[in-house]
């Protein structure tokens, strides 16, 4: 039996256009079952059903209240949890949301390529990237650096881009648990052009298949 994702895109901020290519681009996932949802009562339902909810470039409040509970029963009793990109500038007033994600968005400069540099070489997010990844993103600023809360795979070389605000420490891409729970996010995923990408939508399905505990699917590949 292939496993379901629920992926969510609702957004009452800031709309990414790359959001109908990351959709077409996590349906493409095989060995997964994709249902994509911008109505928020979705989320109200039960959940179990699902290896992992992806919130999928979010912004602002996206979730009722039944809707902010039910994902924390989810979620700590074994739930898994993708968040990509704008996913880091949602639901500002649920403090459970930011303490599930690791961070919140602070700020980006311009669009630009840049280098992220691989901590954890046997994650499946990050296993098959080279040591330093080139790549073209808005390289988030977070209002406080995760590392003491998170296990972090990426950072953003701040040297190799303009205007990048955080220093030398700079983490991109990490995991956690929370709870029973599995959660991964990742800064990159503005353009389109990413989910066309190779290497990144093998990022975003090493994410995936974390926190949905189906890693070993892309080690036995």
């Known amino acids: 039996m292939t496993a379901r994702l629920l992926v969510y895109t609702r957004t009452t901020d800031y709309r990414h256009d790359s959001i109908p290519d990351a959709v077409t ?113 808005e390289w988030y600023d977070f209002r406080t650096n995760p590392r003491h809360r998170v296990h972090v795979l990426a950072t953003a070389d701040e040297s190799s881009y303009e205007g990048g605000g955080m220093g030398a420490d700079h983490p991109l891409v990490w995991c956690r648990e929370q709870g029973a729970g599995r959660v991964f996010y990742t800064a990159l995923g503005h353009t389109a052009e990413a989910y066309h990408d190779p290497d990144f939508l093998a990022h975003l399905r090493g994410g995936i298949d974390w926190a949905a505990r189906a890693e070993h699917r892309q080690a036995t590949r």
């Open 25 to 137: 681009a996590v349906r493409a996932l095989d060995d997964y079952t994709v249902d994509h949802t911008e109505d928020p009562t979705a989320l109200e339902a039960p959940l179990d059903a699902y290896a992992a909810v992806v919130f999928l470039s979010t912004s602002g409040d996206v979730l009722t209240p039944a809707g902010r509970q039910r994902l924390t029963e989810y979620i700590e009793t074994g739930g898994g949890f993708t968040g990509v990109h704008a996913a880091a500038c949602t639901e500002y007033h649920w403090p459970y949301y930011g303490e599930l994600l690791g961070a919140r968005f602070a700020r980006h400069p311009a669009l630009q390529p840049g280098k992220a540099v691989v901590e954890d070489h046997d994650h499946p997010a990050t296993r098959h990237l080279p040591p330093v990844w080139d790549f073209t993103d």
